[in-house]
Each structure stands twice: as C-alpha cells, then as structure tokens.
Nanobody, 114 residues
Framework: VQLQASGGGLVQAGGSLRLSCAASRTISDFNLLGWYRQAPGNERELVAQIRGGGSTVIADSVKGRFTISRDNAKNTVYLQMNNLKPEDTAVYYC?????????WGQGTQVIVSS
C-alpha cells in the first residue's frame, strides 16, 4: 500500500487548507483511515479518523475546525482544516490500517503563521 499526501503549506492564522491522501488501492478495503500530526519535540498524535462503519473521531484540539472525509471513487482521504491556529503547525501524516497492519504516508508540512 502506498499513500501520497499533499496539500500542506504556509498559511496565516485563520486560514484554511485541505490535505489529500491518495491510496494505491481501494480505500474501502481499509478498516481505518486517518490523519496524524507531529510537531517538533512532540509525539505523533491522532487528528481525525474514519472507522469501520463510517464513524469518525476528531481530536478535541481541532473539533469544530477540522473535518475528515473520503472519496471512494478517487481512493482519497481528505482533511479539511479551517480557522487554522499557530499550534496546528506540524507535519501531517495520513494513516490507513489493513487488518492489523498500519501504513503511513510521507507527511506534508503545515505551517501556520500568527
């Protein structure tokens, strides 16, 4: 499984970005689809996730601002990020799980200036 993440960049506080994660196989096969992030000096943390059955999990720190979605026809998972804050600055990684195996994208940098 290969994952290609894109959409990161530099944005001012209050701005928006949409991250995309394109998978090399049908995303319907995966039992978890999600986004994590890692800021310098911090551990990688879950941002948002789509679980089996379609339920979603959103981290409290981004709730109300970030939305995760999927497009099965494009085999792509999205993370819409609105009202970005400087503390959202991090490398964002897409993650999928197939059975018990986790796969990671290469990461896309998001920098939010104040």
């Amino acid at each position: 499984v290969q994952l290609q993440a894109s959409g990161g960049g530099l944005v001012q506080a209050g701005g928006s970005l949409r991250l995309s994660c394109a998978a090399s196989r049908t995303i319907s096969d995966f039992n978890l689809l999600g986004w994590y992030r890692q800021a310098p000096g911090n551990e990688r943390e879950l941002v948002a996730q789509i679980r089996g059955g379609g339920s979603t999990v959103i981290a409290d720190s981004v709730k109300g601002r970030f939305t995760i979605s999927r497009d099965n026809a494009k085999n792509t998972v999205y993370l819409q990020m609105n009202n970005l804050k400087p503390e959202d600055t991090a490398v964002y990684y897409c993650n999928v799980r197939l059975s018990v195996i986790n796969y990671w994208g290469q990461g896309t940098q998001v920098i939010v200036s104040s």
